[in-house]
């Protein structure tokens, strides 16, 4: 545990933040300032942290006020002072007694430093400003006077950006930099000296955090950095956001290099712009065919795939991808990872969509889609192309490598970030563990069903045949609820094919054999689940029995946002 002695001139927000707070596990032993009347105090009192004060008297030399507040802490242990407003320049008579001494400025140093960083940030007109936690270091020359350019020249240990915004005072601006920005760095600051991850080398003037790792490959963090920082600018405005009472933007992040829906250009200029709700379900749309070489298409409700397949053809494999569940594709988002040509345009129009995404189109394909006023047309391709390149060549565009690592999930009061799930299986991955082997088709079927599985809500289950879907479970609490759903829109909402015979994909393991039992009476022949379940025995037991088929990954493929 690392022990805090505050030095405070006023309110000591950021003290008493840092009290309540207690990064990694930081005590506050003290809180020291000039005058009785500062709030602090009150504070400090409220949270059993005693206090001591050492007035600012006339006939006191600066070394002579140092060594009286060098006296007020000695009966206070402490391995880290922590200045917040304290308005007296140090010199080494303190700083060469007490351990490392902190302060935090608010601006991004060395910019604006001084009194006032609030009105200089606005007067010089900038867009971003921030804090700055620094190491207090000497500012007076020999005879004890303030050297201005060595005031705050302390080396850095930790910086927060905060925007600036139109319309901004220096009341508005200290708030959001005080509780955006001060808020976040010190008790970053804190919790890294409490973990012992912080080196202060005085003689160079420099400050090394182990922890503040920006590596990509060492160590236990595997890409993770100790600090993610993030910063988008907002593309465009939008009518609303899931709901029309919520407001919403869309932000971009110019450095992706990645086929996206937000770089994505809308060749029907006057149809009108994309929703929240377009914009995410076509992110899922894309995401869901870039996982095939083969010609694919899917269609998106939700989030969730309402049919996919892939074929010979670019046509044959939405009209295949429709098929799985026509009435629930009624106004849904269209992905194609192929140039989308006329043939497959004719039937994207011949219901009522809301959204296709394409890395391009030929322009026969363009006139028969621009008939449909608001259906929004997005080019995901990789480069601008005029509309002669657009049919120039022959060759259909492809989308492209996946290069952004990481999804993001925000949360109150944070952010989950994790690898995305680009995990992807053959036949040679797949451990048989029934007595009847499956067929060369169904290990085909496994392999498409499996890929497209990762895009569909958990608890997810998935009817295939061949490489394109017949029915899809998604979003159930109970994995056996999620068969019957699978097996419910394969017979009754699916056009021209339906369960019998069909392979069966699930993200997780089966807990029991009720979910075979299930499956087995909707005609399922074969079983494609990552396995790992205490009960596998009983599970393979029921295949068995049904002569169904059954192969592990032993990966899960679990989608919950």
Known sequence: MIRIAGMAGNRGRNLLNIADRAPGGAELSVVLTTSEDAPVREGAAERDVPTEVVPLEDEMSRTDHEEAVLEALADYEFDLVCLDGYMRILTDTFLEAAPTTLNVHPSLLPSFPGMDAWGDALEAGVSTTGCTVHVVTDATDDE??????EVDAGPIVTQEPIPVYEGDDEDSLADRVLYEGEFRAYPRAVKWFAEDAVTVDEDSGTVSVADDVATTAEGDHDGLPGRRLVSNDRLETLRYGENPHQDAAVYTDY????????????LNEGAKALSYNNYNDADGALNLIKEFDEPAAAVIKHTNPAGCATADSLAEAYEKALSTDPMSAFGGIVALNRECDAETAEQVIDSFKEVVVAPGYSEDALEI???????RVLDVGREAHSASERTSGGEPRALGERTER?????????RLVQERD???ISVDDLEVVTEREPTDEELESMVFGWQTLKHVKSNGILF??????????MGQVSRVDAVRLAAMKADEHAEGKDAEGAVMASDAFFPFPDGIEEAASAGIEAVVQPGGSVNDEDVIAAADEHDIAMAFTGKRSFRHD
């Open 144 to 149: 004890g006077t303030v050297v201005e350019s």
């Open 464 to 473: 295939t045949k061949g490489t394109e879907t017949v029915g899809v479970g």
């Open 255 to 266: 450095t992706c290099e990645e086929a996206s829906v937000v770089h994505a250009e809308q």
């Open 369 to 375: 889609l621009f008939e449909k006023d608001n259906l």
């Open 406 to 414: 990481f999804t993001e999930k925000p949360l109150v009061g944070g």
């Open 422 to 424: 680009t995990q992807s």
